[in-house]
């Protein structure tokens, strides 16, 4: 199954979807919504396996999911950040974030702003900003 497929059917495993799988129902989402999906799925995609899915499909303004894969990028960087990279590769981070600097649009590069200043001042964490979705929602750049 691929990005320009009709339809998608639904994942093999929810909560471990491949990276086809997601990408396929980031251009489909309505064909399973996100309501159906099992409780914190955000939290479940937000690793390493998905990344740079998650990645492909924000840096897409013609995704439909493009919001979601963002949201789940600040939660990747969040985990990332807060466990001093014990969680997620800091060499993958920093190449996303340069990245996203480079040929991302504005909301790219205000995740990549919003990445290096929380590096910078971890103490700067808010998880309704970063893990519910408040920095995507209001398009904001932190201090």
Not at 5 to 18: E, I, K, L, M, Y
Not at 69 to 87: M, Q, S
Not at 101 to 109: N, S
Request: charged share 25%; net charge negative.
């Amino acid at each position: 199954m691929n990005a320009q497929d009709p339809t998608f059917h639904g994942f093999a495993n929810p909560v471990d979807p491949s990276p086809a799988e997601l990408r396929a129902w980031a251009y489909h989402p309505d064909s399973v919504p996100l309501s159906s999906m099992p409780p914190d799925w955000d939290l479940l995609l937000s690793g390493d396996h998905l990344v740079l899915t998650l990645f492909e499909l924000a840096m897409d303004p013609h995704c439909p999911a493009r919001r979601f894969a963002l949201h789940c990028l600040y939660i990747y960087a969040a985990d990332g950040i807060r466990t001093n990279f014990r969680a997620h590769p800091r060499r993958r981070f920093r190449k996303l974030v340069e990245q996203a600097e480079r040929e991302g649009d504005e909301l790219m590069r205000n995740w990549a702003h919003n990445s290096r200043v929380l590096l910078d001042r971890p103490g700067l964490f808010d998880y309704p900003d970063w893990c519910e979705g408040g920095l995507v929602r209001e398009n904001r750049r932190l201090g």
